[in-house]
């Protein structure tokens, strides 16, 4: 039986499961990948590699002491966990993979991170990481008196938009026809005072032109009106995440969204078991938040670990 079993292999599942090898815990990584979404790399026109410090670069430093320490891991995804009483009335727990596997350990961190839908936008695809993206804040310091894009509805979209707006010259907020910005909330509100952003509601998103990287958007507007082209140096495609923690579902209280509750520990309510990164409801979806909170789920689980022996 294993110490603890790490789930998820983006930033925090990577630095939980280093934390824990050296505390010399018997430690197992299991993710379908390594790297989490650092592995989607974003460039914008005029934006140069030295211009952004890259989640990436922490990630591989973390994926190569993985290497080096012959940490055991498993290229599978989870599907279920489920919880064993012992005699002695400590908890452990059963990992099934997809492929058939049951890993046995005394504790787990979730850090399975989140998934978002691909856009499904005509031209959408050619364009995927050359001049359209994810994650505004990441960039938005970089937009400084240029034109940026969001494309999405909701809180996340909203919040985006307001990222932007801080540095770049123009920002437009695309809300397809599907939905539209909430009202009446303080994003909301704050974002109908800025002079620099432009909402079009209820449009549609009929396409890209450009060159090596996505220079405008064809947006269809309502009421039979003709498309409007907006030309931009980024588009964001910021559509709301969901949270991959069913296999945990049961064993720890989650939100009404799916995301796993925690504490300042990054203690869940089930004993033994934590999580860590975007899966939680710390939320910010940035890599050293994840690390950070990474580190702390693996410090906990080492003293949940040290007061059961």
Do not use: W
């Amino acid at each position: 039986m294993h110490d603890l079993i790490v789930i998820g292999g983006g930033p925090a599942g990577m630095v939980a499961t280093v934390y824990a090898m050296r505390q010399r815990l018997n430690v197992l990584l299991v993710t379908e990948t390594l790297g989490g979404k650092t592995e989607i790399r974003c460039e914008f026109p005029g934006i140069g590699e030295t211009s952004v410090i890259r989640g990436r670069q922490l990630v591989d430093r973390f994926k190569n002491e993985i290497a080096y320490l012959r940490i055991a891991h498993r290229l599978e995804r989870v599907s279920r966990v489920e919880r064993r009483d012992s005699k002695q009335g400590h908890p452990s727990f059963t990992v099934r993979t997809a492929g058939g596997e049951e890993l046995e350990s005394r504790a787990l961190i979730v850090a399975s991170g989140c998934s978002f839908k691909p856009p499904q936008m005509p031209g959408a695809g050619r364009y995927l990481s050359k001049g359209i993206g994810y994650s505004a804040l990441s960039y938005a310091h970089l937009f400084l008196d240029r034109t940026a894009v969001v494309i999405g509805s909701g809180r996340r979209a909203v919040r985006s938009a307001l990222q932007l707006a801080n540095s770049a010259r123009q920002v437009y907020l695309l809300a397809p026809a599907a939905g539209a910005p909430p009202d009446g909330t303080p994003l909301t509100e704050a974002l109908g005072d800025l002079e620099n952003v432009t909402v079009l509601e209820n449009c549609t998103i009929d396409g890209f032109n450009g060159d090596e990287y996505a220079r405008e958007v064809v947006v269809g507007l309502p009421g039979g009106r003709q498309p409007q082209h907006v030309q931009a140096d980024g588009f964001f495609v910021e559509s709301e995440a969901e949270p991959c923690s069913e296999m945990v579902a049961g064993l720890v209280e989650r939100d009404a969204r799916g995301y796993i509750l925690v504490d300042s520990r990054n203690l869940t309510s089930q004993a033994g078991i934590a999580a860590a990164g975007d899966v939680t409801t710390v939320g910010h979806e940035q890599v050293l938040v994840a690390v950070g909170e990474g580190a702390k789920a693996a410090l906990s689980m080492l003293e949940h670990l040290l007061e059961r022996r």
